[in-house]
């Protein structure tokens, strides 16, 4: 999570006003809040504040998924990713990725 703000794209975010709560499992195993609001972007360590999207994945897999190796729609299908909350507080703005699609190393 501490590589997000550099992929940041703020030009995509725009008008959104989100928090989520990420719970990574497996050997990448961490809890991080992410906030984006007013065009900014905040990750901190722990599970901060109320979130309106708790995302859970195992690290090593989101890191698949962010890899483009793995679609949403299949991750959430074979349970690799899970979803709490509304999926909608991703606005199309940020589901077209306000994070830079450059792959990730492990």
Same mark, same amino acid.
């Given at each position: 999570?501490? *590589?997000?703000? #550099? =992929?940041?794209?703020?030009?995509?975010?725009? *008008? &959104? $006003?989100?928090?989520?709560?990420?719970?990574?499992? *497996?050997?990448?195993?961490?809890?991080? /809040?992410?906030?984006?609001?007013?065009?900014? #972007?905040?990750?901190? $360590? *722990? #599970? %901060?504040?109320?979130?309106?999207?708790?995302? /859970?994945?195992? =690290?090593?897999?989101?890191? /698949?998924? &962010?890899?483009?190796?793995?679609?949403?729609?299949?991750?959430?299908?074979? @349970?690799?990713? @899970?979803?709490?909350?509304?999926? %909608?507080? &991703?606005?199309?703005?940020?589901?077209?990725?306000? &994070? $830079?699609?450059?792959?990730?190393?492990?």
């Amino acid at each position: 999570m501490a *590589g997000a703000p #550099l =992929g940041f794209q703020p030009e995509k975010v725009a *008008g &959104l $006003d989100a928090v989520y709560r990420f719970v990574f499992t *497996g050997a990448e195993a961490c809890n991080a /809040t992410m906030t984006i609001r007013d065009r900014r #972007l905040n990750v901190r $360590d *722990g #599970l %901060q504040s109320e979130a309106n999207l708790r995302i /859970t994945a195992d =690290g090593a897999k989101w890191i /698949t998924f &962010l890899n483009n190796e793995i679609a949403l729609v299949r991750a959430l299908l074979t @349970r690799t990713v @899970r979803l709490k909350g509304s999926p %909608q507080s &991703l606005s199309p703005s940020a589901n077209a990725s306000c &994070l $830079d699609s450059a792959p990730l190393a492990d």
